[in-house]
């Protein structure tokens, strides 16, 4: 999908209609447009406007986000009559160019009352002859569609806030990062294929068992039915508290930044923030203890068993020493050799059936323990050793103990201080906003908990269901049919199961492929653009991590900074979209892959300058189209300078305002142009100016 | 010795031998590095629990060589085990390897089973129940305190 216009009437800030046209990287690989943008002149809007325009939503950091209608045409409208908004893109893709506009319309009810009317989504598209067509039949069908191009739940990686990126990097995003893999490089295809096989598939054949006329056969039939149908509604109930996890970490992440906003909590907000470290660090400390103890047990934990068994072994040893049976007095390939030479050390010849050759024959029976010596003198000695081990393991256990004790009680004093912290940001004495903030933040964690829970409860569910199902194929596959064609649909019934084990199995190769070449591509990106020692990998379970050497282990970095994992995140999102584009093709006349445009709202907002500077130079080389909303204290030199050789189009959003004296320039390629106006205009609006 | 040691081909201590060596989701480590270890640990405790199950099935397809107990320089105990159980030093003898290997597979066989319902029934956390099991041991005459019932007292050491 490569982004060529959009067109906004009357959205938040843009009064009346105003377009743009993006760079697609025609002109000599220049696949950059910039927005410059005064605070509060509508880089968000914007942003928010591509969101709206695909998905009929806006991200969650949009204000009051019902309210969409520009302010100045809301205030011209007469009351009674309709104002609309509208957004119009325009993108190509390999099979022709299509538009989506997508328009609301309510009506004015009163001087600040709107009432909304409707809303309506269409989608066209340019075919090879050049004749624009409307897709699909309804708005269903149509969103359907588009969601295809680009799946809901992945716009996060593409319009995105850079001051916010840092949430891929969280734990809650996981599942996101794991389905953006899937979808966007094409292995959830395979996941597909196997659940078509193991639900409608297996559910036809199972349904066909059920006609024939063995009652047992009938009755595991249903039994498989009835666990099928629950596997369902427990992935959905799954599915729906991790969707919960992820919103309510974002909102937590809203109420949060907004407390960090109030002047009277921003202290205590950032005193939260540093025992909030703390108790990661404890955390760390606390599984990084475990893991090095559990070596230890594993290694020798068993002989914490052993004295019955060594001391035994030691007994009998002994006493087959004080015995005299070992060491041998004589040792038996000794005889053996006397016996086969037939002449004794005296020179005297040793002849079968003579007294001394039988004599030899009894010496060499009594032998006993001889041949055995090597190896019991090898456990004898091997006892003090385990022993030793054994009190190694003892001491390691002890200091365990008092290691985890520690932790525990400081990881204890960290959680009082927090929930005093947490008491304090709620006190009513700093204002009742405050106070309903920290509230509306309780409630929200409480959530959260609550929501994770349930999905260990999900998850505990799946896996019953799995071995019950595993229980009952097995079971049919037992059960005696009479009828031929009761044989025949269990044949098939495996053959199923087989192949969608099959496909499972490729799946996860195919994945685990695609993983290992986002983790070298990430790797690669961050050791470009990192001054740290730190490593960053995608882990086998879709973790973004950051590591570092310690003792020549690779240990977590604890305590990375919020840029430090903004450049981690953008690394992500830059490896994928590379992937993506690189897996561009037909696979088997399917098409998999493709292009992706990234458009990023103040995406060097937290950074130091050496990370701003790389991320804009490997950012447009990694993406096929990128879109940066930027105010002026972010576009520093060494942003343009890494840019400007691929900027292919340069926009500045004019904000027009009110207040006197307000009026800014803004100097773009030595050129000063306007960037906020002042005009006797009691309503706020913001104009796209290119330059 | 040529012979390889197995681990029981049932479903639950299988499954069990398969959760004690992949890495857990709370914390991503496995309890122990490797089924070698994993059983020398259900082998020790069968043995000092007294509970030694034969194998009704072995699972030969991932048995151990013996080699891999050579090298982690856990040999001697599998030799001292055999010698313990049988009271004998000569069940060392060659002819009688299968006599070892057996005596190994049926004590673990027992300590997988107890492994399993202590790690992954009790509730406990699983690093925590092995840490139990082993503490059980340090505690002499812990069963003949006069007056004092063993479970009780089992109980505190473990609190």
Sequence with gaps: MKLVSLSITNFRQFYSEQSCEFATGSEGGRVVTVFHGYNGSGKTALLNAFVWCLYGETTKDLEAPDKLENEAALAEAPVGSEVSVSACLVFDRPDGRYRIRRTRVSVKEGVSQIRRKSESLDLFRTNESGEMVSVEDT??????????????????????NGERVERIASPDAYDSVELG????????????????????????????????????????????????????????????????VQELGVDIGIIEGKQEKIQELAELAKERERLREDE????????????????????????AFSEGVLSETERLILDARRRGDIPAKIKPQFVNDLLSSKICICGTEILPGTAGYDCLVKWRDQTGLADLEEQLSYTAAAVGRLRERRNDY??????????????????????????????????????EDAARLQEHLRKLQRDRE?????????????????????????????????????????????????????????????????????????????????????????????????????????????????????????????SLVKKAR?????????????????????????????YRAKVADWVPRLADQVIVLVSKSQWRAEVEGAMKDRIGKEYVLELHTSKEGSNRDIEIRGVKVPYVVSENDPNEKTIIREV | MDRRIAAPSSIDVKNALERLTTPLESTGFALFESKQKALMFAASLGRFRGSREPLKQRDTGS????????????????????????????????????????????????????????????????????IYLTQEVQVPGMESIPGVDADVLRDIMKG
């Design chain 1, 139 to 160: 708005e269903a069908k149509r969103q359907k569609r588009i969601e295809q191009f680009l799946p809901r739940s992945l716009y996060p990686f593409f319009f995105f």
């Design chain 2, 63 to 130: 048995a151990i060589r013996f080699e891999i107990f050579e090298t982690a320089m856990d040999d001697a105990y599998v030799f001292a085990l055999a010698i313990a159980t049988t009271g004998e030093l000569k069940v060392l003898d060659p002819s009688r390897e299968e006599e070892v290997v057996t005596a190994f597979e049926e004590y673990a066989h027992g300590g997988l089973i107890e492994m399993n319902r202590q790690c992954f029934e009790s509730g406990l956390d699983p690093l925590d129940a092995l």
């Design chain 1, 450 to 574: 609550q929501e994770k829970a349930e999905i260990i409860v999900a998850k505990r569910d799946l896996d019953a269901n799995e071995e019950a199902q595993a229980a009952v194929k097995k079971k049919i596959r037992t059960l005696q049919t009479q009828s031929e064609k009761g044989a025949l649909i269990k044949r098939q019934l495996e053959a199923v199961d087989h192949v969608a084990d099959a496909i499972a199995a490729i799946g996860k190769l195919q994945k685990e492929d695609v993983r290992r070449s986002l983790d070298e591509s990430i790797r690669l990106i961050w050791n470009d653009a990192a001054i740290k020692q730190y490593t960053a990998s995608v882990t086998e379970d879709y973790r973004l991590l950051l590591s570092k050497q310690i003792a020549g282990n690779d240990t977590p970095v604890v305590g990375a900074s919020t840029g430090e994992k903004q450049v981690l995140a953008l690394s992500f999102v830059g």
């Design chain 1, 181 to 244: 893999v899937k979808t966007l490089l094409d292995i959830a295809i395979y996941e597909r294929g196997e659940k078509h096989l193991r639900t409608q598939v297996e559910r036809e054949l199972t349904a066909s068992l059920q006609q024939l006329g063995d009652v047992e056969l009938q009755r595991v039939a249903k039994e498989l039915e009835d666990l099928d149908e629950k596997k369902e509604a427990i992935e959905e109930r799954l599915a729906n508290h991790q969707t919960n």
């Design chain 1, 280 to 303: 990661r660090k404890l955390g760390v400390e606390l599984i990084d203890v475990q893991k090095r103890f559990s070596m230890v047990l594993s290694k020798n934990g068993y002989l």
């Design chain 1, 394 to 431: 003892r001491s390691a256990v002890e200091q365990f103990c008092k290691d985890i004790d520690r932790l525990l009680r400081a990881r204890q004093a960290v959680k009082s201080s927090l929930a005093v912290i947490d008491e304090k940001l709620g006190d009513p004495s700093h204002g």
């Design chain 1, 582 to 610: 690189e897996n561009f093709g037909k696979v088997h006349g399917v098409q998999v892959g493709g292009y992706y445009p990234l458009v990023m709202d103040s995406p060097f907002g937290s950074l130091e300058d050496d």
